[in-house]
């Protein structure tokens, strides 16, 4: 049995020049799956990376072999819900590590963010 291979696509906002000009997660999920391996492959998809997974599912069902959603939602937002990621994405302009901060007590719980601090290096 041949060994899997492993691609990592980030998206995310140190990564944003390799996929200038994509307006959608339609578009990302196009992007994203000229870059993935041949043939079949497990996806993961952290965050907004779940909805661009969910698109690929869409797109290229045949393409994968597993899927694993992370710290996102398989249903559309609510209202309230795009109304918030409107208001970070306004945000992100002007103070990204505001959005980070805003972000991490939804993302990870106090004692892993605790312990993430305590372990990062000087």
Known sequence: MAAPSVCVIPLGPNHGSRFAG???????ATRVLS???????????????GYVALEIMRQAP??????????TSARPDT????????????RAETDF??????????????????????????
Not at 22 to 28: A, F, H, K, T, V
Not at 35 to 49: D, H, I, Y
Not at 80 to 89: D, G, H, I, P
Not at 97 to 115: E, N
């Open 79 to 90: 209202p309230e819900a795009t109304q918030n990621r409107k208001k970070l994405m306004q």
């Open 62 to 71: 045949e393409r994968v072999s597993a899927l694993a959603l992370l710290d």
């Open 35 to 49: 870059q993935a391996p041949a043939g079949r492959f497990a996806l993961a998809g952290l965050s907004m990376g």
């Open 22 to 28: 994509e307006n959608s997660i339609s578009q990302l």
């Open 97 to 122: 590590p505001g959005v980070i901060d805003a972000l991490l007590p939804k993302l990870f719980t106090r004692q892993l963010r605790v312990d993430l601090l305590v372990s990062a290096p000087n």
